[in-house]
C-alpha cells in the first residue's frame, strides 16, 4: 500500500512552511536511533529535513518540498549534496520509519509543492530533546524570484552592485542576530517560537480564532529581488512576521523599542518620480469613502497591472473589512481622478520599482545606525529600536530621503512608542520632515 495520498489545491487553507536548505541540528537522526547514514551527504540531507519537520511541527504547519527532478540543478541558494536523489531517498526513509506523512502534489502539477507533516513520534522525540538548530551564516543573503505564479528561484552571475548589495546586508545580520528580541504580546508555543491569536468568524459568519506563529531563532534577513535587480528588493527577516499591535510591546536587549515609519511613502515617492508636489493626504479622496479602504485601495492600485485587477483584488469580505465589487469600482475611478497627475504609475505594475526604491531608503538607514553602534529592525518602510534612538532613527531617515528620493514631495515620519504591560492608553509621537 502507498504511504502517501494526493490533496486537492483546496484541501488545505494554511500555508505550508518551505524547507530552510541553510538550517540543521546535526546528529538528529542518530538521536532519534536511525541506521546510520550510507553518506555524509545522506546524513546532512537526512538531519536537514528532520530538523526543518520538527520545526514546521511546531508551529502546526506541513513541510513543503519539490519533487521536481529539475529542481535539484546546481544552486547559489543550497548546497550540492541536495540532490535530487538524495532528497526523494531522505523523505522516503523519514516516512518508512514513521516519522512523516507525505502528501505528494499530482505529476505535473506546478505552483505547489509537495509536502510531509511530521508524526507523534518525532515531535515527542524534538520535545524531549529541546535543542536548538544551527542556522548556516554563510547562507545566500541576496535572492532573485521569477515574477511567475511559481516564484522561482533564479541564477545571477555576480557583479560589483551586487556584491556591494551583499555586504551591505552582512553587518545588518550580525547585529539581527545578536539582538534579544521578546513580545510580551505573544504567547510562548516553544523554543524562540511565539504564537499570535485575533478572533475572528469563518466564511459562514461562524466565530474562530487566526493562529500566527513567528520564530525568532534566527533573525538574520535577506533581500529578494523579483525578475532583476532594479523590482522588489525588500529585506526579509524573522521579527517582520510580528503584528503590527504587538510589536508596540516588543522590548530589544530589554529595552522598549518605538517604530519610526515613512507615511504614504509609495504615494510621495511617485509625486517625487514625477517631479510633482503632493498636495495634502494622498487617501482622502472625498466622496466619503472610508480611509483605510482607500489606503488599501491605492496600495494595490500601484501593485496592479490594470484597473480591472485593481477592483477585484480590492473586493473583500473578511473580518477586518467589507468591500463589495460596487465600491471597489467607485473607490478605484475616484482614486484615478483624485491622483490624475500620477495616472500612468496607477495600475500600471509600478508598485515593484517602488519597493525597489524604498528598500534602498531602508537599507542605507540601517547601515547607517548599525555603523554607529544602534540596535534596530527593519520593517519595510519602518524601523524599530529602542525609544531613546528615535532622534537618531528620524535623522537618518530623512537624510536617506533626500539622497533617494529627489524632488518637491518631504517624506513624513510617524513614530509610535511602545506599549507597557501596566499602560492602557497608546502613546504616540510624530516628527515632520
Known amino acids: ?30 538521536s532519534i536511533g536511525l541506521k546510520p547514514a550510507p553518506s555524509v551527504a545522506h546524513e546532512l540531507v537526512r538531519d536537514t529535513f528532520l530538523t526543518n519537520l520538527a520545526l514546521a511541527g511546531e508551529a502546526e504547519k506541513p ?12 544552486s547559489r541558494y543550497r548546497l550540492p549534496v541536495f540532490t535530487y536523489t538524495n532528497v526523494v531517498r531522505v523523505v522516503a526513509e ?30 515527542t522525540h524534538w520535545r524531549d530533546l529541546d535543542a536548538e538548530p544551527v542556522y548556516d551564516r554563510a547562507a545566500e543573503t541576496i535572492i532573485l524570484k521569477s515574477r511567475d505564479e511559481e516564484r522561482r528561484l533564479l541564477e545571477y552571475v555576480d557583479s560589483p552592485p551586487i556584491r556591494a548589495k551583499r ?91 518605538a517604530e519610526f515609519d515613512f507615511s504614504a511613502m509609495h504615494p510621495r515617492l511617485a509625486y517625487n518620480l514625477a517631479g510633482i508636489p503632493m498636495d495634502g493626504d494622498p487617501y482622502d479622496i472625498g466622496r466619503g469613502f472610508e480611509r483605510k479602504h482607500v489606503k488599501l485601495a491605492v496600495l494595490i492600485a500601484f501593485n496592479a497591472t490594470d484597473p480591472l485587477s485593481a477592483i477585484h483584488a480590492l473586493v473583500r469580505d473578511d473580518d477586518d473589512m467589507q468591500i463589495s465589487y ?34 534602498t531608503i531602508i537599507m542605507d538607514v540601517l547601515e547607517a545606525l548599525v555603523a554607529r553602534g544602534i540596535p534596530c529592525i527593519g520593517i519595510h518602510d519602518s524601523v524599530v529600536l529602542p525609544e531613546r534612538y528615535g532622534g537618531d532613527a528620524q535623522a537618518e531617515m530623512e537624510k536617506s530621503w533626500a539622497l533617494h528620493s529627489k524632488g518637491p514631495t518631504l517624506c513624513e515620519i510617524k513614530g509610535k512608542s511602545a506599549i507597557l504591560p501596566h499602560m492602557r492608553e497608546m502613546r504616540s509621537t510624530s516628527g515632520v520632515s
Not at 500612468?344 to 528598500?359: F, P, S, T, V
Open 1 to 30: 500500500m502507498a504511504n502517501f495520498h494526493y490533496f486537492k489545491l483546496d484541501d488545505r487553507s494554511e500555508r505550508d512552511q518551505p524547507l530552510i536548505f541553510s538550517c540543521n541540528l546535526q546528529g538528529l537522526a542518530d
Open 63 to 74: 513541510l513543503s518540498y519539490s519533487r521536481h527532478r529539475g529542481f535539484y540543478k546546481r
Open 94 to 123: 523519514i516516512v518508512r520509519e514513521g516519522l512523516g506523512i507525505e502528501n505528494r502534489t499530482r505529476p505535473g502539477h506546478r505552483g505547489r509543492q509537495s509536502t510531509i507533516t511530521a508524526a507523534d513520534a518525532l515531535m
Open 167 to 257: 555586504d551591505q546586508v552582512r553587518p545588518i545580520n550580525e547585529m539581527l542576530n545578536s539582538l534579544d528580541v521578546e513580545v510580551p504580546a505573544g504567547a510562548k508555543a516553544a523554543r524562540d517560537l511565539l504564537l499570535f491569536e485575533k478572533a475572528g468568524f469563518d466564511k459562514q459568519g461562524r466565530p474562530t480564532v487566526k493562529r500566527h506563529f513567528v520564530r525568532l531563532t534566527h533573525k538574520a534577513g535577506r533581500r529578494i529581488f523579483a525578475g532583476d535587480f532594479e523590482q522588489h528588493g525588500r529585506f526579509y527577516c524573522a521579527p517582520q512576521n510580528i503584528p503590527g499591535d504587538a510589536r508596540r510591546t516588543m522590548t530589544i536587549n530589554a529595552v522598549p523599542c
Open 326 to 359: 460596487a465600491l471597489a469600482t467607485k473607490i478605484v475611478a475616484a482614486i484615478f481622478e483624485r491622483h490624475d497627475v500620477i495616472r500612468r504609475m496607477l495600475c500600471a505594475d509600478a508598485g515593484i520599482k517602488l519597493m525597489n526604491l524604498d528598500a
